[in-house]
């Protein structure tokens, strides 16, 4: 019994690993969307006064999540993954995940993977411009969009830890996810 659990334990623990590899085969060939959580942020509800516009209102990066995105960034370039254009949501922990990762002059604002509005049928919309965004790329090398873990349950169904990546590819409405990547 003791000798199931361990081997039981030892495997759920191992897991990310190779689903972390198959992900960074699939960016080194360029040609991909990466759907990418922020990074580490503090608190877990946004404040009661929140605004898009100003980033005192909301929960920003925490220090340990402003090392995670540089980190993020490195670990990219170290692999040989080519980043060809990067959205961002304009939550400042997204934007400032997107822009320690791969530089300022590289990040776009892309309204639609801000959090779902509240209006199901903006909601929708927001989602499926999203959807069109990813269908519609070609690059030779990859997309990023940096988001947060609302929009990435609303158009993959999955979640993802925070600083944590899904390869992604449009389906009719939503994306599927072709890979992850793990950043510890």
């Known amino acids: 019994m003791l000798r199931t659990f361990i081997i039981l334990a030892a495997t759920l623990l191992a897991a990310p690993a190779p689903a ?35 980033c005192n209102t909301q929960r920003n990066l925490s220090e340990r999540g402003r090392h995670q995105a540089r980190r993020i960034g490195s670990l990219i370039a170290a692999r040989g993954a080519p980043v060809e254009k990067v959205l961002s949501s304009r939550l400042c922990r997204a934007l400032d995940t ?10 776009e604002e892309f309204v639609p993977l801000d959090p779902p509005p509240e209006d199901e049928v903006a909601a929708r919309a927001s989602l499926l411009e999203t959807v069109e965004a990813v269908r519609a790329y070609g690059g030779s090398g990859n997309m990023v969009l940096v988001t947060d ?29 072709l890979g992850r990547i793990v950043f510890n």
């Open 20 to 54: 972390t590899e198959a992900g960074w085969a699939l960016l080194r060939g360029g040609g991909q969307v990466v759907l990418l959580r922020h990074a580490y942020a503090l608190g877990t509800v946004e404040p009661p006064n929140f605004d898009i516009e100003k």
């Open 98 to 107: 997107a822009r320690l990762a791969f530089g300022t002059g590289a990040v």
């Open 149 to 177: 873990l609302a929009n990435i349950k609303a158009l993959t169904g999955r979640s993802a830890r925070e600083g944590e990546a899904l390869i992604v590819a449009p389906d009719e409405e939503s994306l599927v996810v």
